[in-house]
Nanobody, 123 residues
Framework: QVQLVESGGGSVQAGGSLTLSCAASTNVYNSGVIAWFRQAPGNEREAVARIRANDGATFYADSVKGRFTILRENAKKTVSLQMSSLKPEDTATYYC????????????????WGQGTQVTVSS
């Protein structure tokens, strides 16, 4: 029962905040890491945040560090991405993904993906 489902996307003004959620099946939620990626048209899909299942350790891309927070809600088996101080360059389709490798970061490391949710930040 492999499943990842994103929600929470929408349109916000620059400087605003938005929280994305990724609901995961049990086996996926308890795997090595769950990460959030984003991809804008014409750009590569890039990882923005990662959280490890066994200890909650996090890692962030420099572009979002200090503005985004990734967290796990164990009871609900969700991984959220709290975004603040949003910029137009944050506009992208956001995906959650799961990997067994504890230090997974590259797209090819991840085996399971959600369908994506749109985030648009207007200036």
């Amino acid at each position: 029962q492999v499943q990842l489902v994103e929600s929470g996307g929408g349109s916000v003004q620059a400087g605003g905040s938005l929280t994305l959620s990724c609901a995961a099946s049990t086996n996926v939620y308890n795997s090595g890491v769950i990460a959030w990626f984003r991809q804008a048209p014409g750009n590569e899909r890039e990882a923005v945040a990662r959280i490890r299942a066994n200890d909650g350790a996090t890692f962030y891309a420099d572009s979002v560090k200090g503005r985004f927070t990734i967290l796990r809600e164990n009871a609900k088996k969700t991984v959220s991405l709290q975004m603040s101080s949003l910029k137009p360059e944050d506009t992208a389709t956001y995906y959650c993904a799961s990997a067994t490798l504890a230090y997974a970061w590259s797209r090819r490391d991840f085996n399971y993906w959600g369908q994506g949710t749109q985030v648009t930040v207007s200036s």
